[in-house]
């Protein structure tokens, strides 16, 4: 009975050491496997690692007479000692402590509670106790469970996990922080508040400290949490000494001797089962020695149930667990081990592990780290080994080893938890790669991309942002964003900066200029991102920077072509408006400034370009320009408004009369006549002068006064000027009885309706006609729309004409497509009054349905006067016809108001190109890269080109070279009536 005895307890001690010894590698191999460190031995070298942590959170750690104190102080000395390690301890606030850490001024936090938040940040050892948070409340508290406590008002510790924990899980209604425990159970002691949440052992133990005794835990137990060391992230060797060290003060029972110390807890339960059982069976041999064989099957049964517990646990743990002996045979394995080699666990027992390795060299290498362990005594961690399998892809495992004997044998044994990191390191491997393609985009990216700290200062570029710049990437790195940035721009590029640095936005975008190494402005579009850290604090910022120098030098051409008359290269008419405008408000602030502005008009240029040719007639203009240049001063402004009139601003005058004078210079300088192209031409000039006054200080009525009288010049006989007064009756009269003639020919229907033919450059053939208005007056006969459009616009009588225009042509069109089979186009024109009218949009429908021409064979041409106009109302209009199926082309673009801005805000289908960049686009390269980048931006906005003013056969070859898509002008046919125009269209010409 008593060797049955004896041999019992020797399998009960051997189980539970095992059993024990499992546990706490288990511990340990898990924790070893967040990271993969380098083998470990405590007696490498002597480390210095500084400590970090709360400085009062006793009994953990506290400061006692300024030295730190507590369980986790003594926990430190113990791993010091017998790692090897010498200990600094430095105790702060517990957000002082995070921030050192951070900023490496301490290696190690101790005591951090463990949470997937903080993993992100931090590495963590294996847990050393557990910390479980409690609901305390005051005596009178109505709050007696967690539910009582939801939407109230909460006190926790800032920074601290429960203070995480709420604010994810929304319970309070309002949080409450202190920097420290004493002070959130002095505040609930207080009793402001009605309920906090701290750490049970410590607010039991301030309770007894300050003697709070109207407050008490509920027992919640919340927050059940692993207490650990923290580490940066990465910092994988000190993580691996940590967790060296813990588990051999747990191994060698110096850890329990200081719970016992500072917690009071004392586990002796397994001591005091075994003596239960020695003194129940010296009680069976003393008073039963007759039921000995019962006792004997009672206490194997246990055993057998014990064994199977502690085999059911083992085999629970998903790593594998194994115990060989010296010559490589298995003594213990689970069954994760078991499956792993695909055998059961008796087929591996007592079988040396060379048996089972598909890889006879990694098997050895395997048996030689067992020895290793058994020889030297000391613990081993293996971040990486790889197992071969038959028909099996390889595996990886991170392996923990720690010597033990068995009590029964005596014989040197390893003990071992190898941690299967296969798809760690699959997902390490794909990091990596994904790295890898990311620095491949940023090397090789179409746009250049820089990054630079929150100061400016330029981290690193790619290959496209150094070419961009002119410099290399070794002296941008020593350069600042400001060194290259343009000067009129610094001060914008740091207020963006700053604003995003802030939070006020996470990124903008803008368009700015660089200055080269070479010196040469680069614009670029720049879009800037702040990147923050795991904190939510800005870490550094990406800048991406596209060169846009070409199409800022093309949008600054085109800027200055709608500014500029493209013939001469002198403001065009709203330039001219800005500067008077100017000057306008500055006489109103300076009553001794003077201005004058002048209308001059050619008289009967028309004849030159009839006899001559436009040609001729467009150098007469320039050569005109010119000499009005070389007379006037430097201050006064030239613009052309239209083929041979010239407004002119003579800004600060000395004295009103400077006016008379100038007129004077320019009576002169044309007298003398032109030499254009072997011709002797002489030409005279009507001008009107209109002084700066406080009749107005709108620069459009300047105009209209100065051109008042300019006509009144040419009324008295051309060739003189003549000073604005506002007196000029006869004027008056003559446009009040045009205007009333102009009535009175609506009525009686004396409008009729030319059509100018306009041909498909790729077919050559005619595809369309534009519907011109012709004033057939029973007296003066046929008046020229220039007589009439002008004052049908003025007086508003271009509404009831251009509706007239539409649904006759309509008629036609519709007539000719009926009758002859042809897919023939109408090209409308509509002014700018129309658009006045909310209810245009209907009446040309109802034109179209009562005409049965369909909306898609009507192209309406705007004029750019209409874009002054452009607002809400006429953006909707215009949308309206759109949609109704009209196709909508801007007229004469170029000439006035044309801007880019225009283009992407208005519903066009199709660009008309005005006939003076046509007719010039053989006289000259600029001219004709005029054409060509007018075509671009058509390409750019999917925009339909018209070029009209063909005026030769070579305008036309080169439009058709150029890919403009129609062309009209008097090279392919003069307006014509419909008479006409029907046998054009039976005649089924081919112009190309």
Same mark, same amino acid.
């Given at each position: 009975m008593g060797r049955l005895c004896y041999s019992f307890f020797k399998q009960v001690r051997i189980q539970r050491f095992i059993f024990i010894a499992l546990v706490v590698l288990a511990q340990a191999g898990l924790i070893f496997s967040q990271s993969s460190p380098k083998p470990i031995h405590a007696d490498e070298h002597k480390t210095i690692l500084k400590f970090g942590g709360d400085h009062n959170y006793p009994p953990y750690l506290f400061l006692k007479n300024n030295e730190p104190s507590g369980f986790d102080a003594d926990l430190i000395r113990e791993i010091s000692s017998v790692m090897g390690i010498e200990a600094e301890i430095r105790l702060a606030p517990w957000n002082d402590v995070r921030h050192a850490l951070d900023a490496g001024e301490i290696d190690v936090i101790a005591g951090m509670v463990y949470t997937e938040e903080r993993e992100q940040i931090y590495d963590f050892s294996i847990p050393y106790n557990m910390i479980t948070m409690d609901l305390f409340v005051r005596e009178r508290s109505k709050i007696r469970s967690l539910d009582d406590a939801r939407n109230k008002e909460l006190i926790v510790q800032e920074g601290g996990v429960m203070h995480d924990y709420l604010i994810k899980q929304n319970l309070a209604s309002r949080i409450i922080t202190q920097k420290n425990v004493p002070d959130v159970l002095r505040l609930l002691s207080s009793g402001k508040y009605d309920a906090a949440f701290v750490n049970r052992i410590q607010g039991q133990y301030f309770i007894q400290k300050y003697s709070l005794s109207n407050i008490f835990p509920l027992g919640e137990k919340l927050q059940p949490s692993d207490y650990c060391f923290a580490v940066k992230k990465g910092n994988a060797e000190t993580i691996a000494r940590l967790n060296e060290g813990l588990n051999i003060i747990k191994a060698t029972g110096k850890y329990r001797e200081l719970y016992e110390k500072w917690f009071g807890v004392y586990e002796k339960k397994n001591l005091w089962i075994v003596m239960r059982y020695f003194i129940w069976a010296l009680s069976a041999v003393a008073a039963l020695l007759a039921m000995s064989v019962v006792w004997t099957w009672v206490l194997q049964r246990k055993v057998k149930i014990r064994t199977a517990e502690l085999r059911q646990v083992i085999d629970l743990v998903p790593h594998m667990i194994f115990a060989t002996d010296k010559d490589g045979r298995f003594l213990l394995v689970n069954r994760a081990m078991a499956e792993f080699f695909g055998k059961s666990i008796n087929e591996l027992t007592g079988v040396s592990l060379t048996e089972f390795f598909h890889n006879k060299s990694q098997a050895l290498e395997f048996l030689k780290k067992n020895l290793s362990v058994i020889e030297n005594g000391h613990g081993m961690f293996n971040p990486e080994e790889i197992i071969e399998r038959q028909n099996a892809a390889p595996a990886f495992f991170q392996t923990t080893r720690i010597p033990f004997t068995p009590t029964i044998?005596?014989?040197?044994? =390893?003990? /071992?938890?190898?941690? $299967? %990191? !296969?798809?760690?390191?699959? *997902?390490? &491997?794909?990091? @990596?790669?994904?790295?890898?393609?990311?620095?491949?985009?940023?090397?090789?990216?179409?746009?250049?991309?820089?990054?630079?700290?929150?100061?400016?200062?330029?981290?690193?570029?790619?290959?496209?942002?150094?070419?961009?710049?002119?410099?290399?990437?070794?002296?941008?790195?020593?350069?600042?964003?400001?060194?290259?940035?343009?000067?009129?721009?610094?001060?914008?590029?740091?207020?963006?900066?700053?604003?995003?640095?802030?939070?006020?936005?996470?990124?903008?975008?803008?368009?700015?200029?660089?200055?080269?190494?070479?010196?040469?402005?680069?614009?670029?579009?720049?879009?800037?991102?702040?990147?923050?850290?795991?904190?939510?604090?800005?870490?550094? =910022?990406? /800048?991406?920077?596209? $060169? %846009? !120098?070409?199409?800022?030098? *093309?949008? &600054?051409?085109? @800027?200055?072509?709608?500014?500029?008359?493209?013939?001469?290269?002198?403001?065009?008419?709203?330039?001219?408006?800005?500067?008077?405008?100017?000057?306008?408000?500055?006489?109103?602030?300076?009553?001794?400034?003077?201005?004058?502005?002048?209308?001059?008009?050619?008289?009967?240029?028309?004849?030159?370009?009839?006899?001559?040719?436009?040609?001729?007639?467009?150098?007469?203009?320039?050569?005109?320009?010119?000499?009005?240049?070389?007379?006037?001063?430097?201050?006064?402004?030239?613009?052309?408004?239209?083929?041979?009139?010239?407004?002119?601003?003579?800004?600060?005058?000395?004295?009103?009369?400077?006016?008379?004078?100038?007129?004077?210079?320019?009576?002169?300088?044309?007298?003398?006549?032109?030499?254009?192209?072997?011709?002797?031409?002489?030409?005279?000039?009507?001008?009107?002068?209109?002084?700066?006054?406080?009749?107005?200080?709108?620069?459009?009525?300047?105009?209209?006064?100065?051109?008042?009288?300019?006509?009144?010049?040419?009324?008295?006989?051309?060739?003189?000027?003549?000073?604005?007064?506002?007196?000029?009756?006869?004027?008056?009269?003559?446009?009040?009885?045009?205007?009333?003639?102009?009535?009175?020919?609506?009525?009686?229907?004396?409008?009729?309706?030319?059509?100018?033919?306009?041909?498909?450059?790729?077919?050559?053939?005619?595809?369309?006609?534009?519907?011109?208005?012709?004033?057939?007056?029973?007296?003066?006969?046929?008046?020229?729309?220039?007589?009439?459009?002008?004052?049908?616009?003025?007086?508003?009588?271009?509404?009831?004409?251009?509706?007239?225009?539409?649904?006759?042509?309509?008629?036609?069109?519709?007539?000719?497509?009926?009758?002859?089979?042809?897919?023939?186009?109408?090209?409308?024109?509509?002014?700018?009054?129309?658009?006045?009218?909310?209810?245009?949009?209907?009446?040309?429908?109802?034109?179209?349905?009562?005409?049965?021409?369909?909306?898609?064979?009507?192209?309406?041409?705007?004029?750019?006067?209409?874009?002054?106009?452009?607002?809400?109302?006429?953006?909707?209009?215009?949308?309206?016809?759109?949609?109704?199926?009209?196709?909508?082309?801007?007229?004469?673009?170029?000439?006035?108001?044309?801007?880019?801005?225009?283009?992407?805000?208005?519903?066009?289908?199709?660009?008309?190109?005005?006939?003076?960049?046509?007719?010039?686009?053989?006289?000259?390269?600029?001219?004709?890269?005029?054409?060509?980048?007018?075509?671009?931006?058509?390409?750019?906005?999917?925009?339909?080109?018209?070029?009209?003013?063909?005026?030769?056969?070579?305008?036309?070859?080169?439009?058709?070279?150029?890919?403009?898509?129609?062309?009209?002008?008097?090279?392919i046919s003069e307006p014509m009536d419909a008479s006409a125009s029907e046998s054009l269209l039976l005649s089924n010409k081919k112009w190309l």
């Open positions: 044998s005596r014989k040197a044994a =390893v003990l /071992g938890v190898a941690v $299967d %990191i !296969t798809e760690q390191r699959k *997902a390490i &491997e794909a990091r @990596q790669e994904s790295e890898e393609r990311f620095r491949a985009v940023f090397e090789k990216a179409a746009i250049g991309i820089a990054r630079s700290g929150l100061d400016g200062h330029i981290h690193e570029t790619n290959k496209k942002f150094q070419n961009i710049m002119g410099y290399s990437a070794q002296e941008l790195a020593s350069m600042r964003v400001e060194d290259i940035t343009h000067p009129d721009d610094m001060e914008q590029e740091r207020r963006m900066v700053l604003e995003t640095i802030k939070g006020k936005r996470e990124h903008y975008s803008s368009e700015k200029r660089f200055i080269r190494k070479d010196g040469q402005i680069v614009w670029a579009y720049l879009t800037v991102s702040l990147i923050r850290d795991t904190h939510m604090q800005p870490r550094f =910022v990406i /800048g991406m920077v596209e $060169d %846009i !120098t070409d199409r800022k030098r *093309a949008e &600054e051409r085109i @800027q200055y072509d709608t500014l500029h008359d493209s013939l001469t290269g002198l403001p065009n008419r709203v330039l001219f408006l800005e500067r008077l405008d100017r000057a306008i408000n500055k006489m109103r602030r300076a009553p001794n400034y003077h201005f004058a502005v002048l209308y001059l008009d050619l008289d009967d240029f028309n004849k030159i370009n009839d006899s001559l040719g436009h040609l001729i007639g467009d150098e007469l203009l320039l050569l005109l320009a010119r000499r009005l240049l070389s007379i006037l001063g430097p201050d006064d402004t030239i613009a052309r408004l239209s083929t041979d009139e010239f407004a002119i601003l003579l800004d600060a005058m000395p004295k009103p009369s400077h006016a008379i004078d100038a007129t004077q210079k320019i009576f002169d300088s044309i007298s003398g006549g032109f030499n254009v192209s072997d011709h002797d031409i002489h030409i005279s000039a009507s001008i009107g002068v209109v002084h700066g006054n406080t009749r107005t200080d709108i620069a459009q009525e300047y105009l209209r006064d100065a051109s008042t009288a300019m006509y009144e010049a040419k009324h008295l006989g051309k060739n003189r000027h003549i000073v604005f007064d506002p007196s000029m009756h006869e004027a008056a009269v003559f446009r009040l009885t045009l205007e009333e003639e102009m009535r009175s020919a609506l009525r009686k229907k004396e409008f009729i309706i030319h059509y100018q033919p306009i041909i498909e450059l790729k077919s050559g053939l005619l595809t369309g006609f534009e519907a011109l208005a012709r004033w057939a007056h029973p007296v003066k006969g046929m008046i020229p729309p220039d007589v009439f459009i002008r004052l049908a616009e003025e007086t508003g009588l271009i509404v009831p004409l251009e509706d007239f225009i539409f649904e006759t042509a309509c008629r036609q069109v519709c007539e000719w497509r009926k009758k002859w089979g042809r897919n023939i186009d109408l090209h409308l024109n509509l002014s700018v009054r129309q658009f006045s009218n909310p209810e245009l949009d209907k009446k040309l429908e109802q034109i179209i349905t009562d005409t049965g021409l369909a909306p898609s064979s009507v192209q309406i041409e705007i004029t750019e006067g209409l874009m002054l106009e452009v607002g809400p109302a006429t953006h909707a209009m215009l949308d309206r016809l759109k949609q109704l199926g009209f196709y909508l082309c801007l007229d004469d673009f170029g000439t006035g108001y044309s801007s880019l801005s225009y283009l992407t805000r208005l519903p066009l289908n199709a660009l008309k190109v005005d006939r003076i960049f046509v007719s010039r686009m053989t006289v000259g390269e600029e001219n004709l890269e005029i054409i060509r980048a007018v075509r671009a931006l058509a390409r750019t906005f999917n925009l339909n080109l018209i070029a009209e003013g063909v005026e030769t056969e070579e305008h036309l070859l080169m439009l058709k070279s150029l890919e403009y898509q129609h062309a009209q002008g008097y090279f």
